[in-house]
């Protein structure tokens, strides 16, 4: 059975910085590419970054750029999103989620991990 | 970059009904197009692509349709395990952006 976990989220200060991991598993992950969606408490998904199969090609969106930068390890079938200078605004959770095809269209979802911002 | 609208924002429609649901593309997009379901308190699930392809699973009175800058999501009959918050996103070209959402409920 096909999954995605993501691991790594909790409580920050304002300034400070954590590392989502996103492990997958049932399917060749080094084949897909990937990608981080997030969404505020009581908001709608906000899509934050993504990244190739093979890791060259990465892509963010405005509110992230310079603070944040996705990665993935095919060796070990995870994906990773460093955050850096968290903001208020940041407090989400964060889901991973694979490229199903060619496009930019996800089909396979994680269950989420909360990541909070606050002093 | 282009920007992604929906409406109406929320609806509340009885069971049986038809219900349309409106995203607007500030540019044309042509047919890269994503609907998703989110029902309370879980992961979002793909219901198209394409503007119109429905996902294996997916009851068949979900449809879409458009292409360009405007598109809908028809349910056809609404029923009870219909309630969520629906999105469209769009994939032509990073940023791949998601709609505001429409809130859909039983009357």
């Known amino acids: 059975e096909v999954h995605l976990v993501e691991s790594g989220g909790g409580l920050v200060q304002p300034g400070g910085s954590l590392r989502l991991s996103c492990a997958a598993s049932?399917?060749?992950?080094?084949?897909?590419?990937m990608t981080w969606v997030r969404q505020a408490p009581g908001k709608g998904l906000e899509w934050v970054s993504a990244i190739s199969d093979s890791g060259g090609s990465t892509y963010y969106a405005d509110s992230v750029k310079g603070r944040f930068t996705i990665s993935r390890d095919n060796s070990k079938n995870t994906m990773y999103l460093q955050m850096n200078s968290l903001r208020a605004e940041d407090t989400a959770v964060y889901y991973c989620?694979?490229?199903?095809?060619?496009?930019?269209?996800?089909?396979?979802w994680g269950r989420g991990m909360l990541v909070i911002v606050s002093s | 970059d282009i920007q992604m609208t929906q409406s109406p924002s929320s609806l509340s429609a009885s069971v049986g009904d038809r219900v349309t649901i409106t995203c607007r593309a500030s540019?044309?997009?042509?047919?890269?197009l994503a609907w998703y379901q989110q029902k309370p308190g879980k992961v979002p699930k793909l219901l198209i692509s394409?503007?119109?392809t429905l996902q294996s699973g997916v009851p068949s009175r979900f449809s879409g349709s458009g292409s360009g800058t405007d598109f809908t999501l028809t349910i056809s009959s609404l029923q009870p395990e219909d309630v969520a918050t629906y999105y469209c996103q769009k994939y032509k070209g990073a940023p791949f952006t998601f709609g505001p959402g429409t809130k859909v409920d039983i009357k």
């Open positions: 394409a503007a119109s």
């Open positions: 540019q044309g997009i042509s047919n890269y």
């Open positions: 989620a694979n490229r199903a095809t060619q496009n930019w269209y996800f089909d396979l």
């Open positions: 049932g399917f060749t992950f080094r084949s897909y590419a």
